[in-house]
């Protein structure tokens, strides 16, 4: 029988994620590591600029590994997730959720995707609040980046220093959504609907990554972007203030025409 969304799973259109948005990331001296928030629309490119972060020696913290664990078999948010929306979305090859089932159910449906955000979005903060104070106690990393999709819809960007958006234009994202994971159109309008749109995103970065052009352009923002980073991380240690960035970046995403840039196709997801 196929999964099927169960209706005493589904929350009231007005509840809460159930994520702590108090400062999650309380550390005992907060200037020992800059935090900074990584986002970006869904198949815009934020993989591909975390794996370049990760290159040039930042620490990146993935919100979607954490998550994949959680759901994996032994994982916190098995039980939780199936007493909430049945046995039919236990994957019975490994024992775990099964993701592609869960997600089709989800995002068809905001309130399912409500409860869903109840349980495992404070699960994922507990585990990235332990890496990051165990990489803050090593004291390997000045700057860790936090690579979470729902930073702004969340709230968490509050919690960080930085924030980066990276994004690509949405005819780009329908087209990597269609051949990454074969989705039907419908199911690519509804994965991007439940996001925020990317001018809010933007709107509160502090620095913005295009990656709507060639691998090579991207890389090079990256670069520029990690070294503003270091200088963040330098000027925390130092006490100073951070210099005010927000609205700045918005307004050059402006500038160069928002997310209607002239296309290149090269860009991976």
């Known amino acids: 029988m196929p999964a099927r969304c169960r209706g005493d799973a589904f929350v009231s259109d007005d509840a809460k994620t159930g994520e702590d948005v108090t400062c999650v990331w309380e550390l005992t001296d907060p200037s020992r590591v800059l935090l900074a928030g990584l986002t970006g629309g869904i198949a815009s490119g934020k993989s591909t600029a975390a794996g370049m972060f990760r290159t040039l020696g930042l620490a990146v913290i993935d ?8 759901l994996a078999d032994g994982g916190a948010a098995v039980d939780p997730v199936l007493e909430a929306f049945g046995e039919s979305f236990r994957d019975r090859a490994s024992g775990g959720v099964d993701r592609a089932s869960l997600g089709a ?47 702004v819809e969340t709230g968490r960007y509050q919690q960080m220093h930085r924030l980066i958006v990276v994004f690509s234009r949405p005819e780009q994202q329908r087209a990597r959504l269609a051949a990454r994971d074969g989705l039907s159109q419908r199911q690519i309008v509804d994965r991007i609907g439940a996001q925020a749109p990317l001018a809010d ?33 330098r000027r925390l240690r130092a006490g100073e203030v951070l210099p005010m960035r927000r609205g700045r970046a918005a307004r050059a995403w402006a500038a160069g025409g928002g997310d209607n840039a002239p296309d290149e196709a090269d860009s991976d997801a």
Do not use: M
């Open 63 to 70: 919100a979607d590994a954490i998550v994949h664990e959680l």
């Open 105 to 151: 159910c989800v995002f068809a449906d905001h309130r399912a995707r409500g409860r869903l955000e109840q349980i495992v979005h404070p699960l994922v903060a507990q585990r990235s609040r332990r890496q990051i104070r165990e990489l803050a106690d090593r004291g390997a990393h000045r700057v860790v980046l936090y690579d979470a999709a729902l930073l």
């Open 201 to 233: 995103k933007v709107a509160l970065a502090d620095y913005v990554i295009d990656n709507s052009g060639r691998r090579e352009q991207t890389r090079l923002q990256v670069l520029d972007v990690a070294w503003q980073l270091r200088e963040d991380a």
